[in-house]
Nanobody, 124 residues
Framework: QVQLGESGGGLVQAGDSLRLSCAASGRTFSTYGMGWFRQAPGKERKLVAAISSSGSRTYYAASLEGRFTISREYGKNTVYLRMNSLKLEDTAVYYC?????????????????WGQGTQVTVSS
């Protein structure tokens, strides 16, 4: 069992940067692929970025245009999402998730454990 807790969300202006953190419980953190999803009001939850258990492979949604970076820190059992040059359309609830496998998980169904989410609001 893995428990996840996100933090770092908030209200920012367009063009600002923000770093989200996801703290994971349990000793098996290093064995799970991790991902960040987001869900805007009235829209489906979508994968933003993913990282393999070793951290050697990452994935980003093409629409991000290289503005986001996912990373993980094993000593702190934490996954981060660094978001730069934020846009209005980045406004959403951001969720951290852990898959049940070592590799890079690219589908929502591949993720077994979810955090409660953290709100990110970008204003003009």
């Amino acid at each position: 069992q893995v428990q996840l807790g996100e933090s770092g969300g908030g209200l920012v202006q367009a063009g600002d940067s923000l770093r989200l953190s996801c703290a994971a419980s349990g000793r098996t953190f290093s064995t799970y692929g991790m991902g960040w999803f987001r869900q805007a009001p009235g829209k489906e939850r979508k994968l933003v970025a993913a990282i393999s258990s070793s951290g050697s492979r990452t994935y980003y949604a093409a629409s991000l245009e290289g503005r986001f970076t996912i990373s993980r820190e094993y000593g702190k059992n934490t996954v981060y999402l660094r978001m730069n040059s934020l846009k209005l359309e980045d406004t959403a609830v951001y969720y951290c998730a852990a898959s049940g496998d070592y590799g890079l998980a690219l589908s929502l169904a591949a993720y077994k454990y979810w955090g409660q989410g953290t709100q990110v609001t970008v204003s003009s």
